[in-house]
């Protein structure tokens, strides 16, 4: 099994910027893919950005591209996603995830409430 520990959510001003990581315990050599979804109130949850364990190849969602970064540690078990630029609209609970070579997310932290005020 793989633990994933969301940290780094907090408040912040419309236009500034926050980081979030989220570490990896457990069998962390079975991950494939790490990544970041967020779930607004009264919305489905959706994939933000994901990078490959192996290679780092990286997806970002065009509604957060430019503006928000998805990395990893050396190590590989440390995933980030530095967030800059922040609008209303990404105030929601940001989640990360982690998948095996499936097409599924089958390892998910608890959260972190991400909150922008303007």
């Known amino acids: 099994q793989v633990q994933l520990q969301e940290s780094g959510g907090g408040l912040v001003q419309a236009g500034g910027s926050l980081r979030l990581s989220c570490a990896a315990s457990g069998r962390t050599f079975d991950i494939y893919e790490v990544g970041w979804f967020r779930q607004a109130a009264g919305k489905e949850r959706v994939l933000v950005a994901a990078i490959a364990c192996s290679g780092g190849a990286t997806y970002t969602d065009d509604s957060v591209k430019g503006r928000f970064t998805i990395s990893r540690d050396d190590g590989g078990n440390t995933v980030a996603l530095q967030m800059s630029s922040l609008k209303a609209e990404d105030a929601a609970v940001y989640y990360c995830?982690?998948?095996?070579?499936?097409?599924?997310?089958?390892?998910w932290g608890q959260g972190t409430q991400v909150s922008v005020t303007s």
């Open positions: 995830a982690a998948r095996g070579r499936t097409d599924h997310y089958d390892s």
